[in-house]
């Protein structure tokens, strides 16, 4: 098992390496100009061609490569051509931030997911079933921008119960910071909700049907220790890989959810620099959600060898 | 079940509010901020919305107009504008021109120190100016463009030495050329110094501390020079608080729910919902910016006749955009001199009222139909009803507008190549001088002119309108330009001006409207 996951982290090293190039390639070849952006409303041609050459974007393409990959390698992964803020810094003031919010919503997600959804599966039929997909249905067609709107005109400004978005510390302020994570967190979270709460029970409902259970029953088990002992467990190893792809998923969510909420994270960097052409600021964004993603899906390999004795990783004789 | 009632009713309540702003009342000015007589009290913390994060702290970096919210209060320029565009004193107490218009003598306030305590002085000024001027990448070297030299005459007289009479000049220290900064803090400041330009002002408010996309935090300078009418220290307010919210309707929610208490760019249409709201207060004044449509004039392009340009100005309708999109918090405008600058003429209206059948009698005249493509920014919902409109409007003349939409940096690269085939739309944030509005935007090869237009004329006029400094005689100059500009001989179309918004608490006082869109929160206090 060691062995394996040693391996899959080695793996991780050309993958990263090619989507360093891709990104790198596409984000160069996509029109518009960053100094153009930049520039706003000054256009003195002197100015702009003095930032060109700050930022070294009158290179060839691959000489501005092999600097960017010598710089990152040492851990330098360059200056925003925004805001002149090392990159790294930027990223690193904001990832707990982003953490903690999409921790929260998937938190939400899963938990209620899993309860909503058995339930449902166990009930199926009954009202709270059908409210359960009716939500589910609701859910994925609500975008998140229209969602996290009218939680803010209902929640912040009809009853006044959450503040209507930013951030604080939650170091200083505890109270005031899981008080503004719950909107941010409720919307980011429906989505996925919705979704996982689909797989929870119609993969239950698949395992329901087997007749190990009929036999489990037969033996006497209680109801209880029936579904979570033996029908959870078998029924959990889909779910699992949908939750997995989730967490790496996160990241698009939080894109709009952050700034509609004005959470300062990395989402909401991600939109200012794509838009912005702030080259290397989102070449280190997408390499981390790439990272986020291969780590998150080798994690989920791993909970599978455990869920289910029949998948091993153990290399193959012969 | 509570709360889904509680949702319908507030949709029913948002429909009924938009039906009704839909009608369209122009709304004018709000009443006066401060009761007669309030006497203004010390203290108090204020938080203000504001449209986006601050980029440069360094006014000879900064590009971004919000930027210069922060600038304003943080740093003092040599000279200021009062609420109605004049200009005056500033750290500069007086001002004199020679006769031929080549020097410029300052005579500076004594009693003026930075925020880390270093002195102010003509040589402080030379510095300053130095740096904008020279500095590799400065965005200010073109403002200054028509500086020689400085000379310190003694220490708090500065001479201005210009290549040529420049009579913009003044109106440009207003803003980031004129931002005296402490020496000593941008050194010390070094690569930072862009996010952190901590004791760099001599302004009403220092530095704290900047959190990008979370906070920025300025205290109260207790060593300021400025005083109120009455004698007394300015500044009242112990801290300003900005929080950069983005999206329009949650900054204006923030106000209602009171997390803001003042916020400068609102929402045509939440405008109604602040006026209702007993807790809040809204003024609009008049502001220098403009929106436009670049028709690319270029060889070979769907502009490049253009009386083309001049039919689509008389076709479209003006007011209608105005009042449905904008709820009459922009008023039609027809071209770069806005009414609150000198050089304006109240009654120039070339296209006051809609005329398609006169727009489409111009295109028969001039044989072939009119056909072309408008690109609008990705992801702006109200830049694509403004265009939803327009081609509407234009229908009615037989002008076929077809609208794509594309990502921001990519029409920026069209539009600075002249590359676009037909028209893009363009606003304008605004400047104390109609020139700063005007010659950028207009003369043959200046960066703003991505309409690529060209008017040996007009170039003549806008040269003669910077060289003399005779306002009666640059007034004439600009006048005859806007008339070719505008309708012999259209650079491009223009729509609208804009007004400076003012939403507060009600117990904010102090603050008003200026027409460059900035707050002074020097004079603003809070009622306890």
Known sequence: ?318 | MRSARYLLALIATLAVVLGACAGGQPSGGGPSASPVGAKPVYGGTLTFALENDVIDFDPLRSRAFVDRNLHYQIYDSLVRIDPTGKIIPWLAESWETSADGKQVTFKLRKDVKYHDGTVFDAASVKWNIDRYRTTQNSQRASDLAPVASVDVVDQYTARFNLKAPFAPLLATLVDRAGMMLSQKAIEAGGADFTRKPVGAGSGPFKFVEAVKDDHITIEKNPDWWGKDKDGNKLPYLDKIIVKPIVEGTVRTTNLRTGDAQVANNIVGKDVESIKSDPNLLYQQGPNYGFDSIFTNRKKGAAFEDGRYARAVSMAIDRKQITDQVFYGTRFPGYGTIAPSHFAADPSFKPFEKADPAGAKALIQQIGKPLQFEMLVTAGTALDLQIAQLIQAQLAKADIKMDIKTLEFAQILTLQDTCSYQGATLIGWSGRVDPDGNTYSHIYTGAPNNNSCYSNAQVDKLLDESRTTTDEAKRKAAFRAAEQIYVVDDPARVWYDFRSTQLATAKKVQGLVPYPDGLIRFDVGWLQK
Do not use: C
């Open chain 1, 1 to 318: 098992m060691t062995q394996y996951i040693l391996r899959r982290l080695l793996l991780m090293i050309p993958v990263a390496f090619l989507v360093s190039v891709i990104v790198f390639t596409l984000l160069r070849i996509t029109p518009g100009d960053p100094v153009l952006v930049f520039a706003g409303e000054e256009r003195d041609p002197a100015a702009l061609e003095a930032m060109r050459h700050e930022y070294g974007l009158d290179q060839p393409l691959p000489v501005q490569y092999v600097v960017w990959m010598e710089h990152a390698l040492r851990g330098d992964l360059g200056r925003s051509l925004r805001t002149r803020q090392p990159v790294t810094q930027a990223i690193l003031e904001r990832l707990p931030k982003t953490l903690e919010f999409g921790g929260a919503a998937l938190l939400i997600s899963i938990s209620v997911a899993l309860v909503v959804g058995t339930l449902a599966a166990l009930r199926r039929n009954s009202p709270l079933d059908l409210i359960a997909t009716g939500f589910t249905i609701a859910g994925v067609s609500l975008p998140n921008f229209y969602l996290g709107i009218i939680l803010i005109l209902v929640f912040a400004l009809a009853l006044r119960v959450f503040p209507p978005g930013g951030y604080a510390d939650f170091a200083t302020e505890p109270m005031d910071n899981l008080k503004r994570l719950v909107l941010p967190a409720i919307t980011l979270a429906t989505a996925s909700l919705a979704i996982n709460l689909r797989q929870v029970r119609s993969s239950l409902l698949d395992v329901l049907s087997h007749e190990y259970l009929r036999t489990a029953r037969a033996k006497g088990l209680g109801e209880r220790a029936v579904v979570l002992r033996h029908a959870l467990k078998n029924g959990l190893i889909p779910v699992v890989t949908i939750f997995g792809l989730q967490i790496g998923a996160l990241l698009d969510g939080a894109i709009i959810t952050e700034t509609i909420f004005f959470w300062p994270g990395v989402g909401r960097l991600a939109v200012d620099s794509i838009g912005g052409r702030d080259y290397p600021v989102v070449q280190a964004i997408v390499l981390m959600s790439a990272l986020a993603f291969m780590v998150s899906t080798l994690a989920v390999d791993v909970l599978y060898a455990w869920l289910d004795p029949r998948i091993s990783y153990r290399r193959q004789a012969g």
